[in-house]
């Protein structure tokens, strides 16, 4: 079946550092999500970009299906952005990769 | 906004104990989903419904069942707990086609069986 596969796997930031999480998969789809995880557990959906880039505030995400890759781009990042980021492919169900863990401190 | 609410924060059973986990929709989705989540794994599927008394199998199917017997409800089984079933379990609910075509994940319950 369809690998996903996310890094890096833990990330440490400072408030008001950028970063890039990375999620590769092994075949063609034509759906993926990038979702975020809060610390008690809730997870909610930032982006479903199959192809192109989108952008939603200090977030954007962009997705190369020729590829088989896509980016997250956390901007000054603040601390309620800590927790953890899945993004996941669609083939029928929804395949998650393991996940980044991204802790920003004050 | 899709509501999808689960019965449990936090749970703790015995082991051999029957576990009950309730999720309920408000937005009439068709496709519900159980997942759980255990760290360095991501999300596992366990079972799916399309359908109101349809179900199917998912990644981890063993030790679990499932009813819908109603369309706004998707009840998870464990029925005979063990203590590799301590875990983060997940619900979701789908619309497909719909312009955010995303699921919809309800707060989690964290079960530990003793």
């Known amino acids: 079946g369809i690998q996903v596969e996310q890094s890096p796997p833990d990330l440490i930031l400072q408030e008001g550092a950028n970063s890039t999480l990375r999620c590769n998969f092994s075949?063609?789809?034509?759906?993926l999500q990038w979702f975020h995880q809060n610390p008690w557990g809730q997870l909610i959906n930032l982006f479903y970009?199959?192809?192109g880039t989108k952008q939603n505030g200090r977030l954007s995400a962009t997705t190369v299906a020729t590829e088989r890759y896509s980016l997250l781009y956390i901007s000054s990042s603040q601390t309620t952005d800590s927790g953890v980021y899945f993004c996941?492919?669609?083939?029928?169900?929804?395949?998650f990769g393991q996940g980044t863990t991204l802790q920003v401190k004050p | 906004d899709v509501k999808v609410t689960q019965s449990s924060r936090y749970l703790v059973k015995r082991t051999g104990e029957k576990v009950f986990l309730e999720c309920v929709q408000d937005?009439?989705?068709?496709?519900m989903f159980w997942y759980r989540q255990d760290p360095g794994l991501g999300l596992r599927l366990i079972y799916f419904?399309?359908?109101?008394?349809?179900?199917e199998k998912g990644d981890i199917p063993e030790g679990y069942s499932v009813s819908r017997e109603k369309k706004e409800r998707f009840s998870l089984i464990l029925e005979s707990a063990s203590t590799n079933q301590t875990s983060m379990y997940l619900c979701?609910?789908?619309?497909?086609?719909?312009?955010?075509?995303?699921?919809?994940f309800g707060p989690g319950t964290r079960l530990t069986v003793l």
């Open positions: 979701a609910s789908w619309a497909p086609g719909t312009v955010l075509d995303t699921q919809y």
């Open positions: 419904s399309y359908d109101v008394k349809m179900k």
């Open positions: 937005m009439d989705h068709e496709n």
């Open positions: 970009i199959p192809s």
């Open positions: 996941a492919v669609f083939t029928g169900k929804l395949i």
């Open positions: 075949d063609s789809v034509n759906n």
